[in-house]
């Protein structure tokens, strides 16, 4: 590697990236042990058929087990933006340029 080209110090994307398996662990199982619990507390005495608010429940469980595994992808994806361009610089070749740069205030020829 080229002594001129340096990396950017890791930041804060290593810190989130090793909270992402976690996160999705506990984002899948909690809405799950959640919807468990409300269900052994409901009194199917209330209402004449218990079965669509058993359902609701489930519903409720299954839309915030996709929510938390949209924002880890959603993270994960970002953290793998930002240390990809963090790394280093990469040129296509060392060959000249055809026509040389012109510097920002300069016009070109007619």
């Known amino acids: ?14 810190l989130v990236a090793r909270w992402l398996i976690p996160a999705y662990v506990l984002g899948v199982t909690l809405p799950w ?5 409300v269900k052994t507390r409901y009194q199917p005495g209330l209402v004449a058929d ?3 608010l ?39 070749d060392v060959a000249q340029a055809t026509v040389p740069p012109r510097e920002p205030g300069e016009r070109g020829a007619p």
């Open 54 to 92: 058993r359902d609701l429940i489930d519903i409720f469980a299954m839309g915030l087990t996709l929510i938390d595994a949209i924002a880890v992808f959603t993270v994960a994806i970002g953290c793998l933006v930002v240390t990809l361009m963090k790394g280093p610089a990469r040129y296509a």
């Open 50 to 52: 218990p079965q669509p």
């Open 1 to 14: 590697m080229d002594a001129s080209v340096r990396l950017a110090a890791p930041g804060l994307e290593r």
């Open 33 to 37: 042990i959640g919807a468990a619990w």
